[in-house]
């Protein structure tokens, strides 16, 4: 699967394919969400989750400023 094919899954359908894949980077936190970076297909997918209200509200394709955010050094090859 591309990215473009990726993006136009309905969230239900990103969730299924991340964490079927379960290819787990690393974490980082934003005013109180956590985001969890996984790898799918060769390309990085960050996960956005509400703690407080036991959600996923969100899984996109970061930037590469997004990715430099992480503090595990990661390969931004698969960004092209």
């Not at 379960?22 to 974490?27: G, L, P, Q």
């Not at 956590?34 to 703690?51: A, C, D, K, Q, R």
Request: no cysteine; hydrophobic share 35%; proline share 4%.
């Amino acid at each position: 699967m591309h990215k473009d094919a990726f993006n136009s899954l309905s969230l239900d359908e990103k969730a299924d394919l991340v964490f079927q894949k379960d290819s787990f980077v690393n974490t980082r936190g934003y005013y109180g969400q956590t985001i969890s970076l996984y790898l799918v297909n060769g390309f990085y997918v960050e996960v956005w989750y509400l703690p407080n209200e036991n959600r996923i509200v969100d899984i996109s394709l970061p930037t590469s400023n997004q990715l430099s955010l992480y503090k595990t050094p990661l390969n931004l090859n698969s960004l092209h």
